[in-house]
């Protein structure tokens, strides 16, 4: 069995060697679809082992993101594909992993998976699990996890919050994590990040509203913050 990971990234080189070794530990191969880094982040992972694409131009636009996520895994020989962004982790309730878990589910196509906002103060150290703090949150319970040659099309939305996927679909719902690495290492990183986002929006995103929270000010945030922290607990 073999298992492929394309992720879409922008910038995160501080958390890039984390997130990369966590997939490495049950992915054949990881393509990194760099949307025009600047920081080193694009050769940092050539350097850890993976591929890298770069795609769209130097904005932040959705229906380049949606483009790459509906149709970068078509063709895959792989016997299951992971699409998600770059700070988006998958993470398995069952004890022997991912690999043992798909391997015996492949009367299934699709997962639904269990999404869970993880806030901390601090970064990783060793491992990306280390931090698990968070709460769950609907909008990050995304299908990113499928059978390329079952699936024909995935029609993700802008953020790939949803789907309509196609050709032979066979849900399961057996727990899986996508966990959402966005807000670690306090609020000021995640201040900064936004204000970085809210440089890069692209004139369609703009007009078509997607992003707005970006658009948050730092005051919006911290409070914001405040608030999630308070309801935070340890999912492992």
């Not at 191969?29 to 770069?54: P, Y």
């Not at 959402?180 to 900064?192: A, E, F, L, N, S």
Request: aromatic share 12%; charged share 25%; glycine share 6%.
């Amino acid at each position: 069995m073999t298992i492929e990971a394309h992720l879409l990234h922008w910038q995160e080189k501080d958390i890039m060697p984390f997130v990369i070794r966590h997939y490495q530990r049950f992915c054949d191969r990881i393509v990194i679809h760099d949307n025009h880094s600047k920081d080193g982040s694009a050769e940092l992972a050539l350097s850890l082992g993976c591929e890298v694409i770069t795609f769209g131009d130097e904005f932040f636009n959705d229906q380049h993101n949606m483009d790459v996520k509906n149709n970068c895994w078509k063709g895959s020989k792989a016997d299951w594909v992971i699409v998600a962004d770059f700070d988006e982790v998958l993470l398995c309730s069952d004890p022997a992993g991912i690999r043992y878990f798909l391997s015996a589910r492949t009367h299934r196509t699709i997962f639904k998976t269990n999404g869970w906002q993880v806030m901390s103060n601090y970064m990783p150290i060793d491992d990306i699990l280390e931090i698990t703090n968070g709460y769950h949150f609907a909008n990050y319970s995304k299908s990113i996890v499928f059978n390329p040659h079952a699936i024909t099309d995935m029609n993700y939305s802008p953020g790939a919050h949803k789907c309509n996927p196609q050709g032979d679909v066979r849900w399961s719902t057996e727990e899986l994590y996508v966990l959402h690495y966005k807000h670690i290492g306090g609020v000021q990183r995640t201040i900064d990040r936004y204000k970085q986002y809210q440089k890069r929006m692209s004139k369609v995103n703009r007009q078509k509203g997607w992003g707005i929270h970006y658009q948050q000010t730092p005051a919006q945030l911290r409070k914001e913050w405040d608030e999630r922290m308070k309801i935070s607990k340890p999912l492992i």
